[in-house]
């Protein structure tokens, strides 16, 4: 494949992907972020992992990116990273579908 599109779907409810910069620091802010606008530790009426859920909702679960000339087009900074909202890790599974010439 060298031209086209890669579309990248997390097929779980409290999964996430977002494109931003993959340094310590920023996702360090963004779990603050998370924490500050949705706790974890608030009265909601879903008591196991409302939290997670409401969080995801912030964040969709796919991405499609530009394939260019056989390579993913991302720029200076950009990453493809997996938000996971959930109150244990899980094994995850993530599926990319490639069209294109």
């Known amino acids: 494949m060298r031209n086209g599109l890669a579309h990248v779907f997390a097929p779980r409810a409290t999964g996430s992907l977002v494109l931003t910069e993959n340094e310590h620091g920023l ?20 008591q196991l992992n409302a939290h997670s859920h409401l969080r995801s909702l912030l964040f969709p679960p796919d991405k499609t990116l530009p394939l260019v000339d056989g390579v993913v087009e991302l720029r200076n900074w950009q990453s493809l990273i997996f938000v996971e909202t959930d109150v244990d890790p899980r094994k995850r599974t993530l599926i990319v579908q490639v069209i294109g010439q």
């Open 27 to 46: 996702l360090e802010d963004i779990r603050a972020f998370l924490e500050t606008l949705i706790p974890r530790n608030s009265p909601y009426a879903h």
